[in-house]
């Protein structure tokens, strides 16, 4: 039962940081975008920092 | 909104300008710390890069790599970036406050054309004549003093990749900090005929006043190109590097492959022992363990493909490659400058479709853009590796060369003869125009150097374990639970795994891909795998861990074999060749396109194109009689 506990709080929690990656990725971009068409430029650019930064190393691929 | 942007503006106080393959990448590394890839052929950069340099007195400066460009009326995108930055045009970039000119010293004359025109521009400059070595050793003499004299501006000599005349250049730079002036936007007019012309009699003169001895041409480069440029021989020798390219993917990786296999079926017995039977040891052994490990084993094999790619292109012989295609490629209307987007996609296709800024035409880009996908990008590596050593016999065909390569080899070749068919349908079809021609810039032979090989494995080394340990970790997390819970009832009939969540779904969806030969776990790895094509191996095996304990988590391959046809996992692989299983290629699609049409047309057009294919090779396969387990 213990076990379970534990393991069924680690799925929770990974499944928490898989769509906070998703939404930050591919959603942060359009969602500013769209922002900053509707005039609400600072709250554009803050959830435009969202974004994982890229290092350019790989040309800003997202897939990592 | 105009207040913000002017907040958000950051003063980059120098930029690197020149033409493209000068070194620009090179001396920003050097002079910045900084590990951005640098490479021996045209159009590595196509995107603006920013760093930090240590002046002598003890200042910091921002520095500025630019795209490189042959002069400031710009034709492709990654030009008109440079050319927007240093006119002061770029919607979020502000304008430079000085320049360091890097130009080639072996190609004197067409990088000084450039450098008058930066000139003109009246920002602050410092002429960086780099690869003097190279110059040097080729016979040029060259009288730097002269030279300063005539075009008005400091000039120091470099040798960016040995980091020389690093401190005199930014000693330079330190004194033209006392000149800056706040950046005034130029009105910058495109020159005409008569005022390029005159541009190059001033180089020329310059030139004739400056150089005491020429350089002689390059003569091993004039005699290997004799050979690697030979639209017979070149050609014979291409594939001959492709072919042994792919062998050594294969032999060379076995041992450290088995390392790494023994390494991840030891670590799950061990915590199976501590943790003893329970949903923990479950998840940590079946899900995690299995997960990252089935994917980890493939490292020595993207690595030795990392290792060669880079080889190539430091040598030069890819744009030799990029040359000889050309024919090819503009017989299936493709543009010549195309080569080096669609050779940038073996490794992933989002810089592949990045480097597209080259191209000019918006017709040409669109189509490579498309198609760019369909070269076998690392991410296949894995799957191919996987369904190769398990379905495919390790025998030998002639001598050295064994049938896994040579099934490598040829799902390869396979992604280059489709993507060249669509290139030639699309261009009937989509984007009709007329085929423009190749100016394209050979870079001379260099021998490759072991610290920008190693930094580039290194870097890839980095990425692929950050993926493993970031994203297919937390998808085979998450996988565990999906083919864990819910729990069988009591007293049911079929394995455990079916009544799961992934099981449920997976059965929903498989009589979709039933024509294919899917089963309904290749469902359920199919789509984790959109996140990243090699998060689909991971999935299989958390999906055979849960199911069948007893057979250790190691041999993936082995339970593949034992429970799918050879006509499935021949299917598998044409879907893997041909199908859009990449979200971040479709993100990146977006960007570069500026649209959400062409990234929906590729994704609908390369799922359609995997579907036929697969059910098509599915089908032949079981009329061949492959079709049973």
């Excluded at chain 1, 554009?44 to 190393?57: D, L």
């Excluded at chain 2, 541009?199 to 480069?221: H, K, M, N």
């Excluded at chain 2, 492959?257 to 799950?268: A, H, N, P, R, T």
Aim: charged share 15%; aromatic share 8%; glycine share 8%.
């Amino acid at each position: 039962m213990r076990q379970e506990i534990i393991a069924l709080t680690i799925v929770t929690a990974t499944s928490g940081f898989l769509s906070l990656n998703f939404l930050r990725t591919y959603l942060a971009p359009p969602l500013s975008r769209w922002l900053l068409k509707q005039g609400h430029a600072k709250f554009a650019f803050w959830v435009r920092k969202q974004t994982p930064a890229s290092n350019g190393s790989c040309s800003g691929c997202k897939s990592c | 909104m105009s207040k913000l942007i002017t907040q958000i503006k950051k003063t980059y106080d120098v930029a690197l300008a020149g033409n493209p393959n000068c070194g620009k990448t090179a001396l920003f590394n050097a002079i910045t710390g900084g590990n951005a890839k640098v490479g021996n052929y045209p159009g590595v950069t196509v995107e603006r890069k920013v760093g930090r340099a240590l002046l002598p007195d003890g200042s910091t400066l921002k520095v500025l790599d630019l795209p490189g460009t042959y002069s400031l009326n710009s034709r492709t995108l990654d030009e008109e970036i440079t050319r927007n930055i240093l006119l002061g045009k770029h919607a979020l970039e502000p304008m430079p406050k000085a320049l360091i000119a890097v130009v080639d010293a072996t190609n004197l004359e067409r990088g000084l054309g450039f450098v008058l025109e930066l000139r003109e521009l009246g920002i602050p400059l410092v002429l960086a004549l780099n690869m003097v070595d190279l110059a040097k050793s080729r016979g040029q003499v060259l009288n730097l003093e002269i030279l300063s004299r005539e075009l008005g501006i400091p000039v120091v000599p470099t040798v960016a990749i040995q980091k020389e005349g690093l401190e005199k250049l930014l000693a330079e730079v330190c004194l033209l900090k006392s000149d800056l002036k706040p950046a005034v936007l130029i009105d910058w007019k495109k020159p005409d005929q008569n005022q390029i012309r005159s541009r190059f009699a001033e180089v020329d003169r310059i030139l004739s006043l400056s150089i005491v001895q020429a350089t002689q041409p390059a003569l091993w480069t004039e005699r290997l190109d004799q050979i690697v440029l030979h639209p017979v021989l070149g050609t014979c020798l291409l594939v001959l590097v492709l072919a042994f390219v792919f062998q050594a993917i294969f032999s060379w990786a076995e041992i450290p492959k088995g390392f790494i296999e023994s390494g991840v079926s030891w670590l799950g017995d061990q915590v199976g022992l501590w943790l003893g039977k329970g949903p923990l040891e479950s998840l940590i052994v079946d899900g995690m363990i299995a997960g990252v490990g089935a994917v980890l084993v493939f490292l020595p094999q993207i690595l030795i493909l990392f290792a060669f790619i880079l080889v190539l292109e430091d040598s030069g012989y890819m744009a030799r490659a990029a040359f000889l295609m050309d024919k090819l490629m503009g017989k299936v209307g493709l543009h010549g400058r195309a080569f080096i987007p669609l050779l940038s996609s073996f490794a992933c296709a989002i810089p592949g479709i990045m480097s597209t800024r080259t191209i000019e035409q918006r017709k040409d880009r669109l189509t490579t853009i498309l198609v760019a996908p369909l070269m076998t990008c690392s991410a296949r590596l894995p799957v191919y590796s996987l369904l190769i050593a398990a379905f495919i016999p390790n025998m030998s065909v002639w001598g050295p060369i064994r049938l896994q390569g040579l099934v490598m080899f040829g799902l390869y070749f396979a992604g280059v003869v489709i993507a060249l068919l669509m290139a030639v349908i699309f261009r009937m079809s989509l984007f009709r125009g007329p085929k423009p021609n190749l100016l394209m810039e050979l870079p001379t032979y260099k021998l490759p150097r072991l610290k920008n090989i190693g930094l580039g494995l290194m870097e890839r080394s980095v990425l692929f374990l950050k993926k493993a340990g970031t994203v297919i970790l937390s998808v085979s997390i998450v996988l565990w639970f999906l083919v864990s819970y819910p729990k069988a009832p009591v007293g049911a009939h079929e394995a455990a795994i079916s009544y799961s969540y992934a099981g449920i779904v997976g059965h929903a969806i498989e009589p979709l891909f039933r024509p294919l030969g899917f089963n309904w776990k290749i469902v359920v790895a199919l789509i984790p795998g959109l996140a990243a094509r090699e998060v689909m191996i991971g999935s299989l095996a958390t999906v055979y861990a849960v199911e069948g304990r007893e057979n250790g988590i190691a041999l993936l391959g082995q339970r593949l074999s034992e429970d799918w046809s050879i006509a499935t996992a021949l299917s598998l692989l044409v879907w893997y060749v041909l199908a859009c299983q990449c979200f971040s290629t479709l993100a990146v699609t977006r960007r570069e396109t500026n649209s959400w049409r062409w990234p929906a047309f590729m994704f609908l057009y390369m799922t359609s194109l995997a579907y036929l294919g697969s059910f098509t090779i599915y089908h032949l396969a079981v009329k061949m009689g492959l079709g049973k387990i």
